[in-house]
């Protein structure tokens, strides 16, 4: 599997990716390389800057030096993939407006990275990824989001009543969801959908699970629609979300049937499983409560702490497809030694995408 | 991305073919207006009222600016009194079914059952102008919250029928022209080609549901050739701002409408009518007004209008009031509307109309003044909106016709 010890080159753009997936400096890099080395001959962040520009190549033990470094593999790093940016119309990220531009190219860095491992697993499996065949429904003009919503609800048979799993909805499209921990509250998640491939959503765990559900029917909004000339692409995923979820023509009655009050907020979480924040701003958007009882009861939900947390908590959402194909990939690789070197990762992560637990100290596999 | 809740929307740099449009509609003497019905009705304000209430505006009703809106479920009994008086008014009636049923997509019309058989959306309109009505208003259901797939499939079945002397009528609830779903309404309306006889449902004044909507309203007149009907000085406000019509309800139950499948929600169970009070430019209950001057009756205003002829405004009291009050309110702002209508460009309507308001906002403080109270006379909220807001949004300079 190790091609690159065999001749390869180092791909640049993958060393930039690896290097920002794990947060590090070029100086940073350039002390980890040192130490890998031994040989008391320094390296110096000149030297990594020149590389990321493909100034100077990196080949065989130098490659080696570079994956053990990334925590990567040679293979993965001498692998000819394009990695996909903001620009290319493919990648998207659901954040707050104070979050870090570092914070951002990080997580574009490791959502470019998984993509790429995924495929390498696949391929040691021996199965091809998920088939998504849903062609997106435009949304623009006379023809909105919510019309995307219901058809992707009438395509899942899920017509009526609250959504149970939005990850299970994706995944049965064909998509690939992946929940890490990617940071306390700066990110809720980021979703990469290239031409001809599987979307592939990343969800950060560390979010209440409420936020993640939500954050789900975002993501989906983005591949299941495309905006028009005149739509805002955020917008449009929002109100995808908001009508996946909770249907208008569904959800109208039961907040219309109670005065909505925080309690009133609490008892319909429980009935349509989405947070009682939703619901309050659905009831806003669909004119049952005012503008300024909006803004009011907002204010009490944020007085009872419900920003960081609401009563009654959700169950997470457990993805089901990537676990699998990841525990198919360690049986035909022979463990997950194995299966991180094909995938070009450590074993700590390909055990966490496969929703198995860190192994006790001492009982871990041989390589 | 960061979650936005405000309902902006993207933008790019350059003035947009809306924001052209925009410029040389507030230049322009009048809105243009589609052939039939729109061009019929072009430049009118009409009073729109319940049968029983024919007698009491037709002395008031400008032939030449007005007309009559009847609502009633059958033309010939709805718009009979106001042909048996010989009256020269445009007239329409409102067949009122979105008062009782909702629309769905598969039944996005009310459309009455003669026998077995169930009389077609075309027969409905046949029916309206072989009563005398000018043009025939669709008998929508009520498009309910969120129903932009209602909407649109009503829509799509009138445009079908391709007929230039019919209006589309869409009763509206008011979260489809808020944030959420503004867009979209607006893209479907401006898809039918006919005239859009708007009307606004929900409980208490729609137009107070968020900042969003009177911007929006004033949006879509510019888009879409608009005759907001059932209505209140809003469609002043519109025709400001390009409606090619407007019709102004006779009583708070005919200035909006409710979801069929809610109670109404009444402000209170006072009997007295609602009447207006012209330096105001607002509604109240007559028995307000009544309390506000009891103790200095001499100071009550007075209105010159032709149905009150110099009488005090405190006289409304009483259920039997209430064509008096009825005949005052339109005999009132039939003169405004001329006046409007005057204007030089559309631009001058908006003007006319913001001053208007403006004056009647600094003039609750005059009566306070008077009166020698601290409180109990707020000007309303869409008042003060109309007499804050720019009269039309400002328009770069490269969009601005010359």
């Known amino acids: ?220 909004g983005h591949v299941a629609c495309t905006p028009g000339e005149d739509t805002d692409p955020e917008e449009m995923a929002q109100r995808f979300a908001a009508e996946l979820l909770a249907p208008s023509g569904q959800v109208y009655a039961d907040l219309k049937a109670a005065p909505v009050t925080p309690a009133r907020l609490l008892q319909l979480k429980s009935s349509w499983l989405i947070s009682a924040t939703a619901l309050l701003r659905r009831a806003y958007d669909l004119a049952v409560i005012s503008e300024s009882s909006y803004r009011r009861i907002s204010a009490q939900t944020s007085a009872l702490g419900w920003r960081t947390g609401e009563p009654e908590p959700l169950p997470a959402e457990q993805p089901a497809v990537v676990p699998a194909l990841v525990r198919r990939a360690i049986d035909a690789a022979g463990g997950v030694e194995a299966a991180a070197m094909a995938a070009g990762t450590t074993a700590g992560f390909i055990r966490q995408l496969a929703g198995q637990p860190e192994p006790v100290p001492g009982q871990e596999e041989a390589r | 991305m960061t979650d936005r809740y405000d309902g902006s929307r993207a933008g790019g740099a350059g003035p947009s073919a809306l924001e052209r449009r925009k410029a040389a509609l507030a230049a322009a003497s009048f809105p243009p207006r589609p052939d039939g019905a729109g061009a019929l009705l072009g430049d009118r304000v009409l009073v729109y009222l319940r049968r029983e209430q024919t007698d009491a505006v037709l002395p008031y009703a400008d032939p030449a600016r007005g007309g009559l809106v009847v609502t009633g479920a059958d033309p010939g009994h709805a718009l009979g009194p106001a042909l048996a ?55 929508t259901g009520y498009i309910p919250a969120g129903g932009t797939d209602v909407l649109r499939e009503a829509a799509r079945q009138f445009g079908l029928l391709g007929r230039a002397d019919a209006i589309f009528t869409a009763p509206l609830d008011i979260s489809l022209l808020g944030p959420s779903y503004y867009a979209t309404t607006a893209a479907i309306l401006a898809g039918i080609g006919t005239p859009v006889a708007l009307i606004l449902g929900g409980q208490g004044d729609p137009l107070t549901q968020s900042k969003h909507i009177i911007p929006n309203l004033r949006d879509l007149a510019a888009r879409v050739p608009l005759i907001p009907i ?78 009150c002829g110099g009488r005090r405004l405190t006289r409304f009291l009483r259920r039997e009031h209430q064509s008096q009050a009825i005949g005052h309110a339109a005999a009132v702002w039939t003169r405004w509307a001329a006046d409007l209508l005057d204007a030089p460009t559309v631009r001058g309507r908006a003007q006319y109309w913001r001053n208007l308001c403006a004056g009647a906002v600094a003039h609750h403080a005059v009566f306070l003044a008077q009166l020698q109270l601290l409180e109990g006379l707020t000007p309303q909220e869409p008042l003060k909106r109309w007499a804050t807001l720019p009269a039309w949004p400002s328009i770069p300079a490269a969009a601005a016709v010359p």
């Open chain 2, 85 to 139: 008086a010989g009256t020269r008014l445009p007239l329409l009636n409102d067949p009122v079914g979105y008062e009782t049923v909702r629309a769905t997509v598969a039944a996005p019309f009310v459309l009455p059952a003669a026998g077995l058989v169930t009389v077609t959306l075309a027969e409905v309109l046949d029916a309206q102008l072989r009563a005398g009505a000018i043009a025939a208003l669709s008998p």
């Open chain 2, 230 to 307: 059932r209505t209140d000085f809003n469609a002043l406000d519109l025709v400001g701002h390009g409606a090619i019509a407007a019709a102004i309800g006779t009583g708070g139950s005919v200035r909006h409408t409710v979801d069929p499948f809610e109670k109404r929600r009444a402000f209170s169970r006072d009997q007295s009518p609602s009447v207006l009070w012209p330096e105001l430019v607002s509604f109240f209950k007559g028995s307000k007004i009544n309390e506000l001057f009891g103790a200095r009756p001499s100071l009550a205003p007075r209105c010159d209008c032709a149905a």
């Open chain 1, 1 to 220: 599997m190790d091609e690159a010890l065999d001749g390869g080159t180092a791909n640049a753009d993958l060393l930039v990716a690896a290097r920002e997936a794990l947060g590090l400096t070029q100086a940073q890099l350039a002390a980890r390389l040192t130490e890998l080395a031994g040989s008391g001959q320094p390296v110096s962040q000149g030297y990594v800057s020149r590389v990321e520009k493909g100034a100077l190549t990196v080949t065989g033990d130098r490659l080696g030096l570079f994956a053990a470094a990334l925590e990567s593999s040679p293979g993965l790093l001498a692998s000819p993939a394009r990695l996909w940016s903001l620009g290319d119309g493919c990648l998207y990220h659901r954040n707050r407006a104070s979050t870090k531009a570092s914070t951002l190219r990080r997580l574009h860095a490791r959502v470019n990275l998984l993509r790429l491992q995924l495929h390498r697993l696949a391929e040691v499996a021996g199965e091809p990824l998920p088939e998504f065949t849903w062609e997106p429904v435009p949304a623009g003009g006379a023809f909105g989001p919510d019309d995307a919503a219901r058809a992707v609800r009438k395509a899942c048979g899920a017509d009526d009543g609250p959504v149970r799993s939005v990850t299970a909805i994706a995944e049965g499209m064909g998509a690939l969801v992946v929940t890490l921990p990617l940071g306390a509250r700066e990110v809720d998640a980021t979703s990469l959908h290239p031409p001809g491939e599987p979307p592939l959503f990343v969800v950060n765990s560390d979010a209440v699970p409420e936020r993640q559900k939500y954050t789900m029917g975002h993501e989906l």
